[in-house]
């Protein structure tokens, strides 16, 4: 795929969600983090119902600490992992007590550091609460850039490097939500809704002739 062809994708993509972000609900980095956190796994609907229960009475890492593991396990308990989740969010929270003023760090290095935040994780954080222009590669990201022949490559590291080098400047900052939400209605796994897609004829996916019509 060539730059012109890329730029219009993005220039497409951009025109039919002008402010795109992130369908978790939240409020403050904090909420985002936790939310990121316990989305690994499971869906944004599913993490929107439990932190509508938890955050009206904890949204904070002091609040949270206050419940406890059990206690924060009761709120997220209709969520996938929630036990390792509710240690990791409990161990976290201490972390961003002790050593970070019970704020968010806006660095990599420093979230990472964090228990249960590895890289997409922070990623997400530092995109969609500080605006920095990462990308963070989920299944969706990583099927619709090699897929399209935006970004193609066999690892989601791969994948990220490539967005980050081929992605024009001025749409590097959204192109995370962008590329997430295309995945996840229109570029879907089985059944791709080709017809329906604004990028259709900039695509360079090979089988979409199978799905113009759906």
């Not at 949204?59 to 209709?78: F, M, W």
Request: with cysteine; aromatic share 6%; proline share 5%.
């Amino acid at each position: 795929m060539n730059r012109q062809k890329r730029a219009q994708i993005f220039e497409r993509l951009k025109a039919a969600n002008p402010e795109p972000t992130t369908e978790l609900n939240y409020n403050t980095p904090f909420e985002l983090l936790v939310a990121v956190i316990l989305s690994a796994q499971a869906t944004d609907v599913g993490v929107n119902k439990a932190t509508a229960r938890l955050y009206p009475v904890a949204n904070t890492p002091e609040a949270i600490l206050e419940l406890g593991v059990e206690g924060l396990k009761a709120y997220i308990k209709t969520i996938g992992l929630y036990n390792s989740k509710a240690e990791n969010i409990i161990k976290t929270c201490r972390a961003l007590v002790e050593k970070h003023g019970s704020e968010v760090p806006d660095n990599r290095k420093d979230l990472e550091a964090l228990p249960g935040v590895g890289r997409k994780t922070a990623n997400v954080v530092l995109n969609t609460a500080f605006d920095q222009p990462t990308m963070a590669v989920d299944t969706h990201i990583f099927r619709v850039s090699n897929r399209t022949g935006i970004a193609p490559g066999k690892t989601v590291r791969a994948v990220e490097d490539k967005l980050l080098r081929l992605v024009p400047k001025e749409y590097l900052k959204d192109a995370h939500h962008w590329l997430i939400l295309h995945g996840r209605y229109t570029c879907i796994a089985r059944k791709p809704r080709c017809g329906s897609c604004v990028i259709e004829d900039l695509c360079e996916f090979r089988s979409k002739e199978d799905y113009l019509d759906t």
